[in-house]
Structures are given as structure tokens and as C-alpha cells.
């Protein structure tokens, strides 16, 4: 099958093939009939993730197309796919050496990613200084300017090497769960815990994949460790306040985690409102349209709380 438009890029970058690569690189119609069914193949291998395979294919043809560089920064993706950032970094390498000015920002960025990856963060930030000198607007210098202050911590010995690998690996199950993939976003996160086992950022979103994907006990545990290590992580306390009340049907235990949701973080709509749902649940319906009166103060259209207050006062 040919790689669909709505597959997940081939690139890594975890947006959809067509809101990326698409008619960037590699012009497959172009291409002669066995040339371009290998390359379909490898890219569809590679978007579903059967890295070896796509390797594979990807090798058959490389020496032969015309644009070799896409073909090399795609080898590279698969390696960084098995985390073989070595070998990602080699073929991001040869793919810098040979591809047009305006793949250079890409091809480094992913260059230095393997690199910080791989424990090398001196061969790291040379890559993203040539992205920075790259960048031509500054919503792309910000973020580059970010990460090299971070690989200037690690060399001092400020920062532990795997605090690179962590930012990275959290970014990724990021674009996981928005494109729906909560399995592989879990994954990801579990394979984060060893290294920082105490992060709150690992614990909430493993708890978000893990409710995604019906496991709530799981899910549960992860959300309260992470209100104990950040009592003021509000949307920890939601989330648990949404376990307690939907699952578990302890209203009362949900109250009390909406309650602290709201305290740490006062403007949060949603936690005024589901506190008025538990006290309804709990049967004290004048406190149930107190909190969904809060709710309109902060959201004066909210029809939830309309309908709430309209539904319990008979109007």
C-alpha cells in the first residue's frame, strides 16, 4: 500500500503525512515503476513503524534517486525509531552533506537530536547552532535557544545527560496523544520513569494515556504520586477528581479533588463545574448551583451551567 495522506509522517516530526513531507521531497509519480513501489513500501513501513523493514527498502534504493538526501534523513528516522541514535546521526549526516539549503534547518535539528540523544551534547550543539544561524523567524530561534542552554548545562555538569533524552521522549508522546496514538504515547512515558521517576510532567500525561486507554487504576496511582510530589498540579487533581467520580462513584472523594483543583488554580472552569456535579451526586443541590455560578462568573456562556442551574431551580 502507498504511504496515505493521513499516516503519520515518515519524517518523525508526529505530524500527518499530509500536513508535512507531502510534495516536499520525494515526488513519487516521478519516479520508475519499481523505484517508486519500494520507496511506497518503505515509507509505508516506516509509518507503521516497522523501522527494520523500512531500512531495508530505504537501502535498496538510495543509491539510485535522484533527491538521496530524502532518502537518507528517512533511514536516519527509522534508526532514531529503534533508538539507535548513533546510526540516526551517521544518516543525518550524510543527508547534511548533500541536501539543498532549505532542508538544512530540519536536517540539523534532527542531527543534534540524535546527537543530544546519544550522550554526545558537543556534537549536539554544533548541530543547532547551524540551526539557529538557520532560523529566519524567532518562534523558530526561541525553542533552539532553549535547548541550547540546556546542552550548555549538561557539559557544565549542572544538569544529568538524560534530562536531554527526557525532553525529547515528552515532546514526542506529546504529538502521540494529539494524534490519537495513546498506546505508543504510554509506552514512551513508561520507558521515561526509570531515568526520572519523580517528574510530574512523566506521571500526569502517562495517567492521561493510560485513562485514554481504559486502565484508571493505573492511571489513578500515577495522578495521586503526582499530587504528592506537586500538591498545586491542577489538572492532576482533576483528573483524579474524574476517576473518583465516573469510575469509582466516590463522590465525595472526587469533591475533594475538584475542591483542591479549583484552590490551585482558581480560574479553572472546569473544576468549578464538576464540583457543583459531586455536590449534586453528594444531594446538596444549593451548593451544586453555588459553584455552577461561579462557573458563569468565569464563563458567563457556559451552557452547562446554565442548563444545571436551569434543570435544578425547574425553569
Given at each position: 500500500m502507498p504511504l496515505g495522506r493521513n499516516d503519520p509522517c515518515p519524517c518523525g516530526s508526529g505530524l500527518k503525512y499530509k500536513k508535512c513531507c507531502l510534495g516536499k521531497d520525494l515526488q513519487y509519480h516521478e519516479r520508475p515503476d519499481e523505484e517508486r513501489s519500494t520507496l511506497a513500501k518503505a515509507f509505508k513501513a516506516m509509518s507503521l513503524e516497522n523501522w527494520d523493514e523500512a531500512i531495508d527498502l530505504f537501502k535498496q534504493v538510495v543509491d539510485g534517486v535522484p533527491d538521496r538526501y530524502a532518502v537518507l534523513e528517512a533511514i536516519g528516522a527509522c534508526y532514531d525509531g529503534l533508538e539507535n541514535y548513533l546510526m540516526a546521526a551517521e544518516y543525518y549526516e550524510k543527508a547534511l552533506a548533500i541536501c539543498p539549503r532549505a532542508r538544512r534547518f530540519d536536517v540539523n535539528y534532527r542531527l543534534g537530536v540524535s546527537r543530544g540523544n546519544a550522550g554526545r551534547p558537543e556534537k549536539a550543539v554544533s548541530a543547532f547552532q547551524e540551526c539557529l544561524e538557520l532560523a529566519d523567524d524567532e518562534a523558530k530561534r526561541r525553542p533552539i535557544v532553549a535547548v541550547l542552554a540546556t546542552l550548555k548545562e549538561i557539559e557544565e555538569g549542572s544538569r544529568p545527560p538524560e534530562v536531554f533524552r527526557?525532553?525529547?521522549?515528552?515532546?514526542?508522546?506529546?504529538?502521540?496523544?494529539?494524534?490519537?496514538r495513546y498506546e505508543s504515547a504510554a509506552a514512551r512515558l513508561e520507558?521515561?520513569?526509570p531515568a526520572d521517576p519523580e517528574n510530574p510532567t512523566i506521571l500526569y500525561n502517562l495517567g492521561v494515556a493510560l485513562t485514554f486507554l481504559k486502565k484508571e487504576d493505573e492511571a489513578l496511582k500515577l495522578f495521586q504520586r503526582c499530587?504528592?510530589?506537586?500538591?498545586?498540579?491542577?489538572?492532576?487533581?482533576?483528573?483524579?477528581?474524574?476517576?473518583?467520580?465516573i469510575v469509582k462513584?466516590?463522590?465525595?472523594?472526587?469533591?475533594?479533588?475538584?475542591?483542591?483543583?479549583?484552590?490551585?488554580?482558581p480560574d479553572y472552569i472546569g473544576a468549578h463545574h464538576?464540583?457543583?456535579?459531586?455536590?449534586?451526586?453528594?444531594?446538596?443541590?444549593?451548593?451544586?448551583?453555588e459553584c455552577w455560578e461561579q462557573t458563569l462568573k468565569l464563563d458567563p456562556e457556559n451552557k452547562q451551567a446554565k442548563g444545571n442551574i436551569e434543570r435544578l431551580s425547574g425553569t
Open positions: 527526557v525532553h525529547v521522549q515528552l515532546q514526542r508522546a506529546f504529538s502521540d496523544m494529539e494524534e490519537e520507558a521515561l520513569l499530587v504528592e510530589l506537586e500538591p498545586m498540579y491542577a489538572q492532576a487533581w482533576y483528573n483524579l477528581g474524574q476517576i473518583f467520580m462513584r466516590d463522590f465525595s472523594g472526587a469533591l475533594h479533588c475538584f475542591e483542591m483543583a479549583a484552590t490551585a488554580r464538576q464540583k457543583g456535579i459531586a455536590f449534586e451526586l453528594l444531594g446538596d443541590k444549593e451548593k451544586a448551583v
